[in-house]
T-cell receptor, first 112, second 113 residues
Framework: ELKVEQNPLFLSMQEGKNYTIYCNYSTTSDRLYWYRQDPGKSLESLFVLLSNGAVKQEGRLMASLDTKARLSTLHITAAVHDLSATYFCAVAPNTNAGKSTFGDGTTLTVKP | ETGVTQSPTHLIKTRGQQVTLRCSSQSGHNTVSWYQQALGQGPQFIFQYYREEENGRGNFPPRFSGLQFPNYSSELNVNALELDDSALYLC????????????FGSGTRLTVV
């Protein structure tokens, strides 16, 4: 059974600081997804990582994938309040992203 | 191009009742996945429909059933509701079981009392 673990589960950080969220998964997969969810809202796709060594960046967020270590990271640079949300990583067992297993999420709070 | 729409947005049901949730997939999408998201947890895969056929199921009992129509809209039915079924139910659509990602709807918040 595929398991996906994120840490930390809760993260409170000051504006302007950097931090990294970690996502470990238990079985071989080349496909990993990062999503953002605001309170009471649906999921917004952030990054799709499709191969070992993949790195993607959007604004202050950068995601990477190491399939050999079964690890993905989401790095936050110079955090701003607008980044406050819950971030999920998800792993698909094959090419079908619609059957993904999600982690429990990291709730990020950025304080001024 | 419209996104994924779900109805209703909120619903309160009594234990033992049955419920039907609806999802209109994004225009052109023929694949729909349903997820259950309990409070404070990540979404859990319930099942997927592709071209009107069930295309995989997660670890949910048979009282969770679904349907996909010729226009690729979809329904999730839950019988004999239990308190633990209280959750946000998310629908997501894609084209041809997409590997690149799915578009999620805003969800239906189901409360079972």
């Amino acid at each position: 059974e595929l398991k996906v673990e994120q840490n930390p589960l809760f993260l409170s950080m000051q504006e302007g600081k950097n931090y990294t969220i970690y996502c470990n998964y238990s079985t071989t997969s080349d496909r990993l997804y990062w999503y953002r969810q605001d309170p009471g809202k649906s999921l917004e796709s952030l990054f799709v990582l499709l191969s070992n060594g993949a790195v993607k960046q959007e604004g202050r967020l950068m995601a990477s994938l190491d399939t050999k270590a079964r690890l993905s990271t989401l790095h936050i640079t110079a955090a701003v309040h607008d980044l406050s949300a819950t971030y999920f990583c998800a792993v698909a067992p094959n090419t079908n992203a619609g059957k993904s297993t999600f982690g429990d999420g990291t709730t990020l709070t950025v304080k001024p | 191009e419209t996104g994924v729409t779900q109805s209703p947005t909120h619903l309160i049901k009594t234990r033992g009742q049955q419920v039907t949730l609806r999802c209109s997939s994004q225009s052109g999408h023929n694949t729909v996945s349903w997820y259950q998201q309990a409070l404070g947890q990540g979404p859990q895969f319930i099942f997927q429909y592709y071209r009107e056929e069930e295309n995989g199921r997660g670890n949910f009992p048979p009282r969770f059933s679904g349907l996909q129509f010729p226009n690729y809209s979809s329904e999730l039915n839950v019988n004999a509701l239990e308190l633990d079924d209280s959750a946000l139910y998310l629908c997501a659509s894609s084209l041809d079981q997409g590997a690149g990602g799915y578009t999620f709807g805003s969800g239906t918040r189901l409360t079972v009392v």
